[in-house]
């Protein structure tokens, strides 16, 4: 990974990163002639996170080496009593990327997921329609409670 880091003076908003992160993501994919990108998550009892992602590509080849991609990355730390946020511009390893896009979009759309008993899915990138589809499973404990009195 190169040194290339920026510090933005004005944060940007989480949808204007999401958004800029997603297009440099798909410019990445569609340079490297990926199909599609698919990231994998699962957890319960309040633990989880992402697996992996895997290139589908025409020729059935392998994405190697992983190339790397533009990112905004919100970091915040505590300073003066209070939380800094900051937004920085770098180069990571497109896997990261898109995993971090990824939970993201997860976190947004099912906050709680890896809570109880848990849930899994993968976040599939589509670089013919510049498509992100969440495919989300939620588990949870049934019963069925049934009296008979004689």
């Known amino acids: 990974m190169q040194d290339n880091e920026q510090r933005e003076s004005a944060p940007l908003s989480a949808p204007q990163r999401i958004a800029a992160n997603r297009a440099a993501i798909f ?53 003066g009593g209070t939380w800094q946020m900051t937004v920085t511009l770098k180069d990571w390893p497109l896997d990261d990327a ?18 109880g008993d848990g849930a899994s899915g993968e976040v599939v990138f589509d670089t013919a329609d510049g498509s992100v589809v969440i495919e989300h499973r939620a588990y949870f404990t049934d019963s069925d409670y049934q009296e008979v009195r004689l």
């Open 27 to 79: 410019d990445a994919l569609r340079a490297d002639g990926v199909a599609r990108a698919v990231a994998s998550y699962t957890g319960s009892g309040d633990n989880g996170g992402p697996e992996g992602v895997q290139y589908e590509l025409p020729d059935g080849r392998t994405l190697e080496p992983i190339p790397e991609v533009l990112q905004y990355r919100e970091t915040c730390e505590w300073s």
């Open 98 to 115: 898109i995993t971090d896009v990824a939970m993201e979009l997860v976190d947004e759309h099912f906050g709680g997921w890896e809570n």
